[in-house]
């Protein structure tokens, strides 16, 4: 197996000084509120990942079921030599782009904020394709997109609905920032989710078995393990409900009963009611027409839109635009076969 270091975008020092002002800003906000990134640490990936296998969470299968039948497609329409996955986490989708891919890619980049469960999975796709560079980066993708090494006919990937954590403003900073990476001759393939039936979104986020309720609370968990606090995660209730204005689905801890936890790195003593509710995650669901118009406001022309057959799910193909574009391709319903 070919031998590789992880590039170390994301230092230790820079991880626990983001984590402690997002904290403190939260904790001493009304409402209070976290960042979902703080979930993935180790367990939290690995929780995840078994979130994307149960039955109630959909749309892990979906994009998975598009890019079985898409990724030809999409090969061919981006000649890719290098890939570039933001939040490649266990890279399972991937290898679907990859294959597709061939031998005309030549380099594949995974970013991620967990380092050793990073390296776990860029060490099997480096084993089952022994021609490709691959390139691990630890790194926190929404801070360091200018550092992050690319390479000539790059497709930055961004996967899994993943776009739907940040509000509007967010995305459209974040978007423009990706935008601001590409060249001429790159593109950007953004999975995201669609609205649908309310149950069933509730339903993806809060299971009968109770898995997204341990990923919930596993931030919990990353507080007490790297700030000292003194959580009690069986304390805080799993929630989950869909706001129709905003059209999301917003994921919450619930305080069982008042309660009072210390965090020391922060010498702060924050106080709950009973009751009181605290937003952990934002996960936004998308109509077409909106992914159209926030891509064009962020300075992309699409190049290909595909649902599942049920339109549960889509990716998109964004190219960013040219000073004087003439025609802009209008995006379809293509749908899986």
Same mark, same amino acid.
Do not use: C
């Given at each position: ?27 001493t906000s009304q409402p209070k509120t976290l960042p979902p990134k703080w979930f993935y640490d180790d367990r939290g990936s690995e929780l995840f990942t078994e979130i ?19 990724? =030809? ?41 967990? =380092? ?18 691959? /390139?691990?980066?630890? +790194?926190?993708? #929404? ?20 776009? =739907? ?17 590409l060249g001429p001759d790159d593109a950007l393939l953004l999975g995201a989710d669609l609205v649908k039936d309310e149950k069933r979104l509730v339903r993806a986020y809060?299971? #009968? ?11 919990? /968990? ?27 689905? #917003? ?10 936890? /210390?965090?020391? +790195? ?12 605290? /937003? ?58």
């Open positions: 197996m070919k031998l590789f270091e992880i590039a170390q975008f994301l230092k230790p020092e820079e991880l626990d000084e983001a984590l402690r002002a997002d904290v403190s800003a939260g904790l994307t296998r149960l039955e109630e969470y959909y749309p892990t299968r979906r994009e998975r079921a598009i890019l079985a039948a898409r990724a =030809g497609e999409i090969a061919s329409a981006t000649g890719a030599r290098t890939l570039v996955e933001l939040g490649a986490g266990s890279g399972e989708k991937t290898r679907l782009l990859l294959d597709a891919l061939g031998a005309s890619l030549e380099a594949y980049v995974p970013v991620d904020v967990s =380092g050793e469960y990073l390296r776990d999975a860029a060490e099997k796709i480096a084993a089952e394709y022994p021609a490709l560079a691959v /390139r691990p980066v630890a +790194a926190d993708y #929404e801070r360091h997109l200018s550092r992050i090494p690319g390479g000539p006919r790059k497709l930055v990937a961004f996967l899994g609905g993943t776009i =739907g954590n940040m509000v509007p403003q967010e995305r459209h900073g974040f978007l423009s920032a990706i935008r601001a990476t809060d299971d #009968e078995r109770g898995v997204t309720a341990e990923f919930n609370r596993n931030v919990l /968990r990353v507080i007490n393990a790297r700030l000292g606090a003194d959580f009690v995660p069986e304390a805080f209730e799993h929630v989950a409900v869909w706001d129709p204005d905003d059209e999301w689905i #917003e994921m919450r801890l619930r305080s069982r009963g008042r309660q009072e936890v /210390r965090v020391e +790195a922060l010498d702060l003593t924050v106080r709950f009611a009973d009751a009181e509710e605290m /937003r952990t995650e934002i996960s936004a669901k998308f109509r077409p027409e909106r992914l159209e118009a926030e891509l064009d406001a962020a300075g992309y022309t699409l190049a290909g839109f595909w649902t599942d057959p049920d339109g549960d799910f889509s990716l998109t193909l964004a190219r960013p635009q040219k000073d004087h574009d003439s025609e802009e391709m209008s995006p379809g319903r293509l749908t899986v076969g």
